[in-house]
């Protein structure tokens, strides 16, 4: 390499070390995460929320008559409640693909809306077939949040923060095992034509639809499309962390040996 060609190099460099110091100058880190937790913490945690309250809507209306007036006997209410996991474990595999491919934010929209529409319906039940479908495609809808929120808790905050934020939003298992709770006991307790476990269901499917378009309208779908950001603090998302770009690439060899490998891990 020449004189002149190592002078441009370290110019270069120390062009590049500038600006990125003018991006620390600029930016307020704790202020920038503060309005990240407000904005999408906060909505990823009370959705895992509702999901967890949905998925236990069948427990909580297995209390209030739904056996004996679906004639559930012998193992249908087990698998009534297992089905639900085929359809969240058919969809894990599905969504790792569309995560890549779909804005995240619609997409966590689209599936608490139709997940809402699908638990509502099922208060309509009048058979264990009708509640073995209801149930599948619940699962398969809630599939989309878990490994959803994991992908854009990486594009959001830094390594050393993502346990934290991580631990957040997956407890609202327990807050929603805590609202579902009171708000199954009340619910059950409304006496009328209509049987309390379906209003167990048209009631948490509604939340979760109303829930959807808070979801839609105020969830962005990456840091570049946040409303909430300025033009600075896209600019260090963009330039410190590179990870916040999702990259539409499947490798196909990858899918390949994680599928051959997934019952080897099951056994262990």
């Known amino acids: 390499m020449s004189d002149i060609e190592k002078k441009l190099s370290t110019s270069q460099e120390l062009t590049d070390q500038e600006t990125n110091e003018q991006v620390h100058v600029i930016i307020d880190e704790k202020k920038m995460f503060r309005k990240v937790d407000y904005r999408v913490l906060i909505i990823a945690m009370f959705t895992y929320c509702l999901q967890f309250m949905d998925k236990l809507g ?6 209030f008559g739904i056996k004996k007036d679906l004639h559930l006997e012998g193992q249908d209410y087990s698998w009534a409640s297992s089905v639900f996991f085929f359809g969240y474990m058919a969809g894990n595999f599905i969504v790792t693909r569309i995560d890549q491919k779909v804005p995240l934010g619609k997409l966590v929209a689209g599936a608490v809306f139709f997940w ?11 058979n264990y077939s009708g509640l073995i479908a209801g149930r599948f495609f619940l699962g398969l809808l809630e599939s989309v949040v878990s490994p959803t929120f994991v992908l854009m808790t990486s594009m959001w905050y830094k390594r050393s923060q993502q346990p934290v ?4 939003w997956f407890a609202g298992n327990d807050i929603g095992g805590i609202i579902g709770s009171f708000l199954a006991y009340g619910l059950g307790h409304i006496t009328g034509s209509i049987h309390p476990w379906r209003y167990i269901f048209m009631v948490y499917g509604i939340i979760a639809f109303l829930w959807s378009f808070v979801v839609f309208f105020f969830l962005p779908d990456s840091p570049q499309k946040a409303r909430f950001l300025t033009a600075d603090e896209k600019e260090y998302y963009r330039t410190e962390m590179v990870q916040s770009e999702i990259k539409h690439e499947w490798n196909w060899q990858q899918a390949k040996e994680f599928s051959i490998t997934l019952p080897l891990k099951s056994l262990c």
């Open 116 to 126: 809402g529409i699908t638990l509502a319906a099922s208060a309509g039940c009048q």
């Open 58 to 63: 069948l427990s909580n209306a297995s209390v």
């Open 165 to 168: 934020r991580t631990g957040i």
